[in-house]
């Protein structure tokens, strides 16, 4: 009879059932949290833009800064941050305070890069120009990780702020959350976008293959290289 029951249901909803039992055991046999299908941090990545601007060497722009070339890039976050008001209180006339649990993280990612090259800049220049671009677009392919990473360290976590008014003080208790955020992946990924550009740039003058085999290379020797942490950044 049971069987006879399990056969009329329909196939796709017998697959779903199936998907859940088996989930569930996973969650008991080795304590994988229960909350599978909605995660506190979520991303959305927004695809590179690359954008190629060429000068004369007569009157290069700023941004250039007297270079025959130079990349710009911005590893760009922008968290949106969910929260339970825990305390929000008036101590004074001119004074509240509130203080506030973030719950859920939503952050966006971007990586907008532009190129300024000089018109009389040979094609080699211009290639290895190119491999810093790559190089940026290589390091933004992981970026998720590092602001999935970012995205939790906020949550469940306990942020204060201090205004003439509540709203005020609300939006600087959520601004100081959404530094830490920015400044999280940003470490991260700057910092691997930095050393690899640093061994990318130590090769370049004498190197005679291809500029994306470069590329790779400097990527390689990055990971193979990661406990000597080039970058002077203080921990």
Known sequence: MKLERWAAIPKRKRMELAVVAALFIVVIAFGIPAVIWDSP???????????????????????????????????????????????????????????????????????????????????????????????????YVDAQGPAAAAGKSVIGREFFGEAPDAATACDRAIEVARREVREQYGYTVEDKARDVLEIYDFYAPHWKKNADVLVDKALHDYELGKPRKLSSRAE
């Open 41 to 139: 941090v979520g991303i959305t990545k927004i695809p590179p833009s690359v954008e190629r601007k060429e000068f004369d060497e007569s009157s290069p722009p700023p941004e250039a800064e007297s270079a025959e070339s130079k990349t710009i890039y911005d590893f760009i976050c922008e968290p949106d941050l969910e929260y339970k008001m825990e305390e929000e209180q008036k101590i004074s006339d001119t004074k509240w305070q509130v203080r506030l649990r973030i719950t859920k993280a939503k952050v966006q990612l971007s990586l907008p890069i532009t190129v300024f090259i000089s018109r009389k800049s040979s094609k080699r220049r211009s290639e290895f120009e190119d491999g810093h671009v790559k190089i940026f677009t290589r390091v």
